[in-house]
């Protein structure tokens, strides 16, 4: 993903220049240019403008004609078709025609001696063909390397919009599977409060209340949050997390570093913090440690937090853990939106620890 997500950058990146549609003007001006630079050069190499002026004035409309005839005719009919033998006869047979129609316009219109620049050429030879042909073809080369090589870059640009599009769709549908999964887990915290009728039922409201207000009007709109506002909405959950568990949790939350001017992509620490909980105090029965650190550091943030495992569970009915979604989801994301330098992921289990530490690349908070 990470190399997907590169190349759809450079193929936009490499589109940006020549996205734009191409009018007849441009055809005319590239022909005028190319029937000056032509007309100066041989005028300029035979010491005779006004023969290169006449000769580049019949030659063109032959250049033009079969330079059109190759790019929007054979080639779409032919090549992409696969009919290369088709293609190369055709294309040497029209090639053919024309040089002979140049030949007898050339003997008509400006001068016997059809080849000046060559032998004294007064009937159509085979050196004369021979060279002709071979001038056309690289006209014809030319003028259709061109075509091909824009229309390349117009297939690229729209394939890096498909794959664009297709994982900006990626990440709104795994961003979209947070909400659920969060509410569903904090709406439990509220139920299991109201069967004790605690005291702290209508500030954990309040609060999920403000989590509600994050997650509809902020998160779900921007790609990237303000880390400051990000934070607010974790320590919002973890005092959530706090009222419910204050019988056997010990939870130390520290922040070190200004996250002012800071942006992250919105709700993924919550994931992290959320499966402490889950497996954590949600299944124990005895004292259980969380410890949350961040420590923000110029453009890095280290988020690193710890969760003791319970040695002994509540006794569930269903031995099925519905609450895979949070790491993949989270792992998934950054995958999507970060570079590979850009971050670090890094989870350590053991029998009695779970501890994950992340390496992040802030962005700038440029509003």
């Known amino acids: 993903m990470n190399t997907l997500n590169k190349k759809v950058k450079n ?40 023969y290169s002026f006449k000769s580049n004035l019949l030659g063109f409309p032959i250049h033009i004609i079969l330079s059109y005839f190759t790019i929007y005719y054979l080639i779409p009919r032919y090549i992409f078709r696969k009919k290369f033998l088709s293609f190369v006869v055709l294309l040497i047979l029209s090639i053919f025609i024309m040089v002979f129609f140049k030949f007898e316009l050339t003997k008509f219109l400006i001068s016997n001696n059809v080849w000046p620049e060559g032998p004294e050429t007064y009937y159509l030879t085979f050196d004369y063909t021979i060279v002709m042909m071979l001038g056309e073809l690289y006209v014809i080369t030319f003028v259709a390397s061109i075509k091909l090589t824009i229309d390349w870059l117009r297939e690229s640009g729209r394939i890096a919009k498909l794959e664009k599009a297709q994982l900006e769709t990626e990440l709104k549908f795994l961003r979209n599977q947070i909400s659920p999964h969060f509410f569903f887990n904090t709406l439990n915290n509220i139920y299991a409060q109201s069967l004790d009728n605690s005291k702290d039922t209508p500030d954990t409201i309040l609060k999920l209340s403000d989590l509600m207000r994050y997650l509809i009007y902020d998160a779900n709109k921007k790609k ?22 204050t019988q056997n949790l010990n939870l130390v939350y520290h922040v070190e570093g200004n996250p002012r001017d800071k942006k992250i992509i919105p709700l993924l620490l919550i994931n992290f913090v959320e499966n402490a ?5 949600n299944k124990s029965i005895e004292k259980v440690d969380i410890l949350i650190d961040l420590i923000i550091k110029e453009d890095w943030l280290t988020f690193k937090i710890n969760n003791t495992k319970p040695t002994q569970k509540f006794i569930t009915v269903s031995k099925k853990d519905k609450g895979g979604v949070g790491l993949t989801n989270v792992k998934k994301r950054l995958e999507l939106r970060y570079a590979e330098n850009e971050y670090d992921l890094n989870i350590t289990e053991t029998k009695t620890n779970f501890q994950v530490e992340l390496n992040l690349k802030l962005m700038p908070d440029e509003a």
């Open 11 to 50: 193929r936009l990146a490499l589109t940006n220049a020549t996205n734009f549609k191409i009018k007849p003007f441009h055809h005319v001006v590239f022909w005028a240019f190319y029937f000056l630079f032509n007309f100066l050069r041989w005028g300029s190499f035979y010491s005779d403008y006004l």
């Open 224 to 245: 990237y949050q303000s880390l400051k506002k990000e934070l607010e909405f974790l320590e919002n959950y973890i005092e959530l997390e706090r009222i419910r568990h």
């Open 277 to 281: 909980f889950k497996h954590g105090a």
